[in-house]
């Protein structure tokens, strides 16, 4: 089995950093895809930033509302993908959870716990 363990949230006053990361322990094969989401209450659950590998060579991908301020990375050796979280707002508190999708074809798809992110003064 496959499971997905994340770090890295925190209290933190706005305009600070944090950084998240995911770690995929078990046995799979190619990892096709990583992403972060995030779900703050009351609110639909909403891409973050995603990594893609693929025919293209791979593409990143951020919402609009990070841009600029986060940043997506991913350490292939260590099946790990972090989130760099600079500038932070209040806006941005919320649930993270990073996501994995394993295999071109198959795309199969795991979540990591949650890590709450909380902007506060």
């Known amino acids: 089995q496959v499971r997905l363990v994340e770090s890295g949230g925190g209290l933190v006053q706005p305009g600070g950093s944090l950084r998240l990361s995911c770690t995929a322990s078990?046995?799979?094969?190619?990892?096709?895809?990583m992403g972060w989401y995030r779900q703050a209450p009351g609110k639909q659950r909403e891409l973050v930033a995603s990594?893609?590998?693929?025919?293209?060579?791979?593409?990143?991908n951020y919402t609009d509302s990070v841009k600029g301020r986060f940043t997506i990375s991913r350490d292939n050796a260590k099946n790990t993908v972090y989130l760099q979280m600079n500038s932070l707002k209040p806006e941005d508190t919320a649930v993270y959870y990073c996501?994995?999708?394993?295999?071109?074809?198959?795309?199969?798809?795991?979540w990591g716990q949650g890590t709450q992110v909380t902007v506060s003064s």
């Open positions: 078990g046995r799979f094969f190619n990892i096709y895809a």
């Open positions: 996501n994995f999708v394993f295999g071109v074809a198959t795309r199969q798809e795991y």
């Open positions: 990594i893609t590998s693929g025919t293209s060579g791979g593409r990143i």
